[in-house]
């Protein structure tokens, strides 16, 4: 079966997944596990990635995850997960967590993130992916934003070489 040569933002995208926070997932601060949330944003992402590609994905960074504020004990986060950008076999992922108070309806934007997967064939390959189709001018404007962030990601890689030659 043919692999699509493009794909909309909807046809991979998570909006609305829930988590419960409980005791079990609080840290010694007694707000939720910063370690519990990243690793969902990264299970989550991973099905985008999955969504869109039709491969088997790999976590290749992580880019700029930042806790704006902290999630509570019954609180109950709201992960909204989506592909920015595709290039020839990654893809990077953006997750956006908010925590919300289910008594009062309260609802606080607690962490941004965003993930760079690579497909792989049934070698271990690096597979080509399909090419992304935008939506609407928030999903460009997201798309520009990850070609910057991959732009830098590159940029401090050939940077670091030069600390490899001692």
Known sequence: MSQPISKSV???SIEGHVYKVFPNDLNAHGTAFGGMIMAKCDRLSLVVAERHS????????VDSIHFMAPAKENDTLIFKVSINRAW????????????????TGDNK???????????????NKPAKVPTLTTESEIQERRCKQADVRREARLQTIEKLKDYDKN
């Open 10 to 12: 909807s046809d991979s």
């Open 54 to 61: 039709g491969f088997v994905c790999v976590t290749a960074s």
């Open 109 to 123: 934007h607690i962490l941004s993130a965003y993930f760079t997967f690579v497909a792989l064939d049934e070698n």
């Open 88 to 103: 020839g076999s990654s893809m990077e992922i953006g997750v956006r967590v908010e925590a919300e108070n289910s008594y």
